[in-house]
């Protein structure tokens, strides 16, 4: 047993004791009444612990770094190019659209392109369908922009003096179109709230692999998922070795008593590499939350479920899954998530949700 287990053990024995919870909790209560109660009580509080929060400043700081000294490094996805082209495409369906705009980011957004372009010849170059895209959203953007501005016709002398890859096509799909192009669904909301219903967390499953061409086809649902500035700031690491998973996911605190029988693990990373502001740094999580909501409903639908597994920001845990997965600093562990098979003599818990009424309100007053 490691010696974090038996701390935890002893731990759990001791709060068992009622004395020694009531201590606890008496003690807890006059600390955070303290470090709670202001800014100044919290940057106290956290002097003492600075670990707890330290990992993550780390993080925002290492992704701040290597997200400029990517710029001129061959890679798969050029994300401040996304996030351009992306605000190129807000610009270009605004009512009404203004004849120039965008001039505050336009040069900076073709010079990134260019360097896409030379990434192209690259064993590890640019991802062509993001190629494409950004080469669609530009032809669009300056084919509706007044040319006369000095800035926007700099911007597309430099647009226009290297030509596009051969295999990049002109799609209009692939810049703004009119959502009355968008397709029908086939989906009832009944049908929905019956896919919502029958997803719940098992984890329990047949001793059988989970093929990875399912998997697969629950990403191509997973990448619709809306993400800020469509930068897509995740990855998703499968483990089907069952070593490999059971090591994994014997890390998390989570998995105790279920972890050597899981046929697939996901470990869904965040990569802060991909902002340049701090501001940004919550959002790896909510875009790597909302991808993995749609991936496993669409698991739902090949028969596989699956049960996310909880990843607390604990300090020994953050670094031994740092080692063991050989995470960057700005890589960080969102979640686990098994997957396979459901065992159908297998429980699974009833988790009753809360009320409508309790999660919403309307017109709430102001101050």
């Given at each position: 047993?490691?010696?974090?287990?038996?701390?935890?053990?002893v731990?759990?024995?001791?709060?068992?004791?009622?004395?020694v919870?009531k201590?606890?909790?008496?003690?807890?209560?006059?600390v955070?009444?303290v470090?709670?109660?202001?800014?100044?009580g919290?940057?106290i509080?956290?002097l003492?612990?600075?670990?707890?929060?330290?990992?993550e400043?780390?993080?925002?700081?290492?992704?701040?770094?290597?997200?400029?000294?990517?710029?001129?490094?061959?890679?798969?996805?050029?994300v401040?190019?996304r996030?351009?082209?992306?605000?190129?495409?807000?610009?270009l369906?605004?009512?009404?659209?203004?004849?120039?705009?965008?001039?505050d980011?336009?040069?900076e957004?073709v010079?990134?392109?260019?360097?896409?372009?030379?990434?192209?010849?690259?064993i590890?170059g640019?991802?062509?369908?993001?190629?494409t895209?950004?080469?669609?959203?530009?032809?669009?953007?300056?084919?509706?922009?007044?040319?006369?501005d000095?800035?926007i016709?700099r911007a597309?002398?430099?647009?226009?003096s290297?030509?596009?890859?051969?295999?990049?096509?002109?799609?209009r799909?692939?810049?703004?179109?009119?959502h009355?192009?968008?397709?029908?669904?086939d989906?009832?909301?009944?049908?929905l709230?019956?896919?919502?219903?029958r997803?719940?967390?098992?984890?329990?499953?047949?001793?059988?692999?989970v093929?990875r061409?399912?998997?697969?086809?629950?990403m191509?649902?997973?990448?619709?998922?809306?993400t800020?500035?469509?930068?897509?700031?995740f990855?998703f690491?499968?483990?089907?070795?069952?070593?490999?998973?059971?090591k994994?996911?014997?890390?998390?605190?989570?998995?105790?008593?279920?972890a050597?029988?899981?046929?697939?693990?996901?470990v869904v990373?965040?990569?802060?590499?991909?902002?340049?502001s701090?501001?940004?740094?919550?959002?790896?999580?909510?875009?790597?939350?909302?991808a993995?909501?749609?991936?496993?409903?669409?698991?739902?639908?090949?028969?596989?479920?699956?049960?996310?597994?909880?990843w607390?920001?604990?300090?020994l845990l953050?670094?031994?899954?740092?080692?063991?997965?050989g995470l960057?600093p700005?890589?960080?562990?969102?979640?686990?998530?098994?997957?396979?098979?459901?065992?159908?003599?297998?429980?699974?818990?009833?988790?009753?949700k809360?009320?409508?009424?309790?999660?919403?309100t309307?017109?709430?007053?102001?101050?």
């Amino acid at each position: 047993m490691s010696v974090f287990k038996k701390i935890k053990r002893v731990a759990k024995q001791a709060l068992a004791i009622p004395t020694v919870r009531k201590t606890y909790e008496t003690a807890t209560r006059a600390v955070l009444d303290v470090g709670g109660s202001s800014r100044l009580g919290a940057t106290i509080y956290s002097l003492p612990g600075f670990l707890t929060f330290n990992r993550e400043q780390y993080a925002v700081l290492a992704g701040r770094r290597a997200y400029y000294k990517n710029f001129t490094k061959p890679r798969r996805s050029h994300v401040e190019l996304r996030r351009n082209v992306h605000r190129l495409e807000k610009g270009l369906v605004m009512e009404p659209r203004r004849p120039v705009f965008a001039r505050d980011y336009i040069l900076e957004t073709v010079e990134f392109y260019l360097e896409a372009v030379k990434g192209t010849d690259q064993i590890s170059g640019i991802d062509p369908a993001e190629l494409t895209w950004a080469h669609n959203v530009l032809e669009a953007y300056f084919e509706a922009v007044d040319h006369s501005d000095p800035v926007i016709a700099r911007a597309l002398e430099g647009y226009r003096s290297v030509s596009a890859p051969v295999d990049v096509v002109i799609d209009r799909h692939l810049s703004p179109y009119e959502h009355s192009e968008v397709s029908e669904s086939d989906v009832s909301y009944d049908q929905l709230l019956a896919l919502a219903r029958r997803r719940r967390s098992v984890r329990w499953f047949e001793p059988r692999p989970v093929p990875r061409e399912l998997l697969d086809r629950a990403m191509i649902v997973a990448r619709e998922a809306p993400t800020a500035c469509n930068r897509e700031p995740f990855e998703f690491r499968f483990f089907d070795d069952p070593e490999t998973v059971q090591k994994v996911a014997n890390i998390a605190q989570g998995a105790g008593g279920y972890a050597h029988q899981i046929p697939t693990l996901a470990v869904v990373i965040g990569r802060l590499d991909y902002y340049f502001s701090p501001r940004d740094r919550h959002v790896p999580y909510i875009d790597a939350s909302l991808a993995g909501m749609q991936f496993m409903l669409a698991l739902e639908t090949e028969g596989l479920s699956s049960s996310i597994i909880n990843w607390p920001d604990f300090e020994l845990l953050e670094a031994k899954m740092q080692r063991t997965l050989g995470l960057a600093p700005f890589e960080r562990v969102v979640y686990l998530m098994a997957i396979g098979y459901p065992r159908s003599d297998g429980f699974i818990p009833s988790s009753v949700k809360k009320s409508v009424d309790v999660l919403r309100t309307y017109d709430a007053p102001t101050k």
